[in-house]
């Protein structure tokens, strides 16, 4: 069932197959916008959550019904079908993947987000999720994220130029889809400033480990009373100028590679004499040398 634009072309099957959703929802801006950068690639299967899931992240809530409505999405006057899906936005992938596609897709790319994605706290982001939850798959992928005002992460305005977004998502989905992916790098991770143009550098990041945004108590009276967290930017660049924080809010696009394995990569036996050491307990209040 892959989607075809208004030029009512029948399906390539030597096209490679590109599976595309968001956490912002099916009626986002940025995710037509993403199917305008991507036609051009391959035929494309759109499966998006029918309503705002942003900060869903990588989760599969048992109260999504899972119900799939076509739909049709559009962007400058190019226009696709589509399908909403009551799902997270990990959930939309599973059903495009293992109900929808009528093959199995060669990439998935997820976004284009209103707000960047950036620092520890992508795990939490529905757009890294969906993501993530494609590479499980074993299938490369994308989470593309645009810079916008607060105002904007989640009332998907249209008045955005997504002009520069179009651009780099197409530039690394034909990276992507043209190469194999490195054992370790499951997604690439696209987060693209403000003010960026086609001509704006990119460069290879690693994720700002201090938390960029920091959540901020609700205003109420009692605790049964409705309040929901807020949350402000924490923008110090200067703690990693190598970071996805510091790359794009000093104008450049920032391309974080990711992957599943999220084991430590300490030492074992660093970490082994560590937990065995004198200094620590057993877990029933005695050290390990401790004799019987």
């Excluded at 599976?19 to 759109?46: K, R």
């Excluded at 990588?58 to 119900?67: A, I, K, L, T, V």
Aim: hydrophobic share 40%; proline share 7%.
């Amino acid at each position: 069932m892959s989607q075809h634009n208004t030029q009512e072309s029948k399906p390539n099957m030597t096209r490679p197959l590109i599976l595309l959703t968001n956490d912002d929802g099916i009626d986002s801006a940025g995710l037509a916008a993403m199917a305008a950068a991507l036609d051009p690639l391959g035929d494309l299967l759109i499966a998006a959550p029918s309503l705002q899931q942003s900060g869903m992240g990588r989760s599969f809530p048992n109260s999504n019904d899972g119900r799939i409505f076509e739909r049709r999405i559009s962007f400058n006057g190019q226009s696709w079908d589509a399908y909403a899906v009551n799902a997270s936005p990990a959930q939309a992938v599973q059903h495009g993947i293992v109900e929808l596609a009528d093959r199995q897709p060669s990439l998935v790319a997820s976004g284009i987000n209103y707000g960047e994605n950036v620092g520890v706290g992508v795990t939490g982001s529905g757009t890294v999720g969906a993501a993530l939850e494609a590479a499980g798959f074993g299938i490369p992928a994308l989470a593309i994220s645009l810079e916008v005002d607060p105002s904007m992460h989640i009332n998907n305005d249209p008045s955005v130029d997504f002009s520069a977004a179009i651009h780099f998502t197409r530039f690394f989905a034909q990276k992507w889809l043209a190469v194999k992916c490195p054992p370790d790098v499951d997604v690439l991770k696209i987060d693209i400033p403000k003010h960026a143009t086609p001509d704006t550098p990119w460069q290879l990041a690693r994720l700002e480990r201090a938390r960029c945004f920091v959540p901020t108590p609700p205003l109420r009276r009692a605790l049964g009373d409705e309040g929901r967290l807020g949350y402000i930017y924490d923008r110090r660049i200067g703690l990693d100028k190598e970071s996805d924080a510091a790359v794009v809010w000093s104008g450049r696009v920032a391309v974080t590679p990711l992957q599943l394995d999220i084991t430590s990569r300490v030492e074992a036996q660093v970490l082994h004499t560590l937990l065995n050491g004198d200094h620590c307990d057993n877990g029933n209040g005695h050290h390990a040398d401790d004799a019987e």
